[in-house]
């Protein structure tokens, strides 16, 4: 099960028990919020960790995200609007860290692959996989890689990645169909260099 | 239309993304086209691929870490100042009634100075411009005058030079 199938299911299951936390968080009940974010914390902390590619990058995004949500629990309404909330906000939020930070070229990335092919005694060949898999993520336009991040990775539908990110369905199809191909691509390239 | 045109829809194929007719067209042009064949196997295996490096959890203290950092940030928000304020008093008045109480620290005497004399520097001969004759000075009572003797040492001990001035 996908992480987004498993917070949907989730909240659907106890929906009644689910807006109780949300009123009592909103109520200034922190032990009620943090159940809230016991619930969420996996979506936005993989979600980040996937589109950023650093775990502790990630931790600051998710915090960065958590605090927005107890701000703005006024306008949460329904479970599953929450999920797609936390999905938007996570997304701007990697969106704004990856500006802040260097950003990254194709020259660097060029220099990390080299890297990876020169050194034969990198650690085991999953891990190194791993890591090429990663580099390819990164690689992508921040909105190719957003799309794929949630349809192929989140699992979300293409219309859920729509609504997430605040775009039509189109385009969503056009961003995940060119990013798959430049996936495949480098992970090809790569492979094949070895 | 050419392979090129199908790749878009290919790559959607492989993900389930494309409704029933369309996806029916392109299994039919699967079937006859090995370039799209290799496209497709490729799509297909990188996708698992990625799928599979992440699908990796991330360890419990990540998630712990992040709830205790946003918790510890709202119960502080939510503190009035005046508790703030407070608090900061009572540990500054603490503080003071420590270092009042505490007892002085037992000085160790310090251990003899031993002093290094540096050498005498060596003295070379130069024309020393002569002192400004300073104003006479009444004399309040007559005292012998003695002359004024300047020894000088040089590095070598066999050469001392005496300067008398009257």
């Not at chain 2, 009444?138 to 002359?147: F, N, T, V």
């Amino acid at each position: 099960m996908t992480l987004a199938a498993a917070a949907m299911a989730d909240a659907a299951e106890s929906s009644q028990e689910y807006l109780g936390l949300i009123e009592a968080a909103k109520a200034g009940d922190l032990a009620a919020f943090e159940h809230l974010m016991r619930r969420h914390e996996r979506l936005v902390l993989m979600t980040a960790y996937r589109l950023l590619g650093s775990l502790p990058d990630a931790q600051d995004v998710s915090q960065e995200v958590f605090l927005r949500l107890y701000r703005n629990l006024g306008k949460v309404e329904s479970t599953g609007s929450l999920s797609a909330w936390l999905y938007r906000v996570t997304s701007n939020a990697c969106h704004d860290a990856r500006r802040r930070k260097r950003p990254e070229s194709p020259v660097e990335f060029a220099e990390d692959l080299r890297d990876t092919v020169a050194d034969p005694h990198q650690a085991a060949a999953e891990a190194e996989r791993r890591r090429v898999l990663s580099m390819s993520l990164r690689r992508l336009p921040p909105k190719e890689r957003d799309a794929l991040v949630l349809r192929d990775l989140e699992g979300l539908s293409t219309e859920e990645v729509a609504r997430a990110l605040g775009t039509s369905t189109a385009t969503v199809r056009s961003q995940v169909s060119k990013a798959r191909v430049k996936v495949r691509e480098f992970v090809e390239r790569y492979f094949r260099s070895r | 239309m050419s392979c090129k045109e199908w790749e878009e829809r290919v790559a959607l194929h492989v993900g389930g993304d494309l409704p029933a007719e369309i996806a029916s067209a392109v299994e039919r042009h699967l079937a006859g086209c090995s370039g799209c064949q290799v496209l497709w196997s490729g799509l297909r295996e990188s996708l698992e691929l990625l799928q599979a490096a992440h699908a990796e959890p991330l360890p419990p203290a990540a998630y712990t870490a992040v709830r205790a950092r946003v918790l510890a940030e709202l119960s502080m928000r939510r503190q009035p100042w005046w508790r703030w304020a407070a608090g900061l008093a009572a540990a500054a008045l603490l503080l003071l009634v420590a270092l009042a109480v505490r007892p002085l620290p037992k000085v160790e005497p310090l251990p003899p100075l031993a002093l290094a004399v540096p050498p005498a520097p060596s003295v070379r001969a130069m024309a020393i411009p002569a002192p400004p004759r300073p104003k006479p000075r009444p004399h309040l009572a007559a005292a012998p005058r003695q002359p004024l003797l300047v020894r000088l040492v040089t590095n070598d001990p066999n050469v001392v030079i005496y300067w008398i001035a009257d």
